[in-house]
Structures are given as structure tokens and as C-alpha cells.
């Protein structure tokens, strides 16, 4: 079925059976690979997206599920590393190891800075149930907290 998708700015028209996961119709019909397939059961985040400035698993959420009045952004909706005040703590504290979780847990984070400017660790914690095989959690944190510290002295 065709249907209209608002995606990092722009409306797409995608041709897809209305039970498809949303990560495939971004992944395979829009060819935005940033996001991540990693458990199939919404439980890693690795497909971590923001639909209105929410985090949102895209694994098995059906995209008869997304209207074309709902904002959908993907890691390549970001501005980019040299702009991104998440990203760029990303790379000055190497959180990312293997990498492949990584845009799921930065568009949590920047939903995270979103609703809390100056999270706590309690905060982060709470926020950031993505999971790191590579166990860069307290990375993650720091990471967080310099990215809150930048946007509120912007």
C-alpha cells in the first residue's frame, strides 16, 4: 500500500504492505542504513528513531502504524558530527567501539536532552535502555553530560 512518510524533513511516498517494520521502509525503501537492526523484539534499541521528538524502537513497529502528520527522524536527519553537540561527545570520548548500536543511542540521547537539559545520572539511566555489547555505558554518561553542557552554554 502506498503511504506518505514525513522523514528528517521531507515526505516520502513508499510503497509497503502495512505490517512491514518501519526500520525496513526506512532501511530498504528510503535507503537510510543508519539505522540499525539488532534484536528484532524492540529490546536492544539499535533501531532507535525519533517520531516527534520521542525515542521509538522501529523493529517490529508496523509503519501502518506512522502518518504522514508524524516527524520522523533518523540519524541522517541530524546535522552532522561538526555540528551535533551529541555527536561530537560521542567522538571526543570514543564511546563508540564496535559502533553498530551507537545511532540508536544517540537519537535516545538527543531525545533525552530534549525533555532534560541537565540530566542526572538517574536521568541517563533511566533514558538509556539501549543496550552496548560493548559495555560503553559509562562512557555514554560523560558523553551525555558534555553534549547538555554544550547546548545549554550555545
Avoid at 503511504?3 to 530498504?28: F, I, K, M, Q, Y
Avoid at 521509538?56 to 541530524?78: D, H, K, N, W, Y
Avoid at 567501539?97 to 545511532?103: K, L, N, P
Avoid at 555489547?133 to 553542557?149: D, N, P, S, W
Wanted: with cysteine.
Amino acid at each position: 500500500m502506498a503511504r506518505n512518510l514525513h522523514v528528517n524533513g521531507r515526505v516520502h511516498e513508499v510503497e509497503a504492505s502495512d505490517d512491514t517494520p518501519l526500520l525496513w521502509v526506512l532501511r530498504d525503501h528510503l535507503g537510510l542504513t543508519g539505522t540499525k537492526y539488532g534484536c528484532g523484539v524492540m529490546a536492544c534499541g539499535a533501531c532507535t528513531v525519533l517520531v516527534d521528538g520521542e525515542p521509538v524502537r522501529t523493529c517490529v513497529m508496523p509503519v501502518s502504524g506512522f502518518t504522514e502528520a508524524q516527524s520522523i527522524t533518523t540519524i541522517e536527519g541530524l546535522p552532522g558530527a561538526d555540528e551535533d553537540p551529541v555527536q561530537k561527545a560521542w567522538t571526543e570520548h570514543s564511546v563508540a567501539q564496535c559502533g553498530y548500536c551507537q545511532s540508536g543511542m544517540i537519537m535516545a540521547a538527543h531525545a533525552l536532552l530534549a525533555k532534560q537539559p541537565e540530566p542526572s545520572d538517574a536521568d541517563v539511566e533511566q533514558a538509556m535502555t539501549n543496550i552496548c555489547r560493548c559495555g560503553t555505558y559509562q562512557l555514554v554518561r560523560v558523553a551525555i553530560r558534555q553534549a547538555a553542557k554544550e547546548m545549554r552554554d550555545a
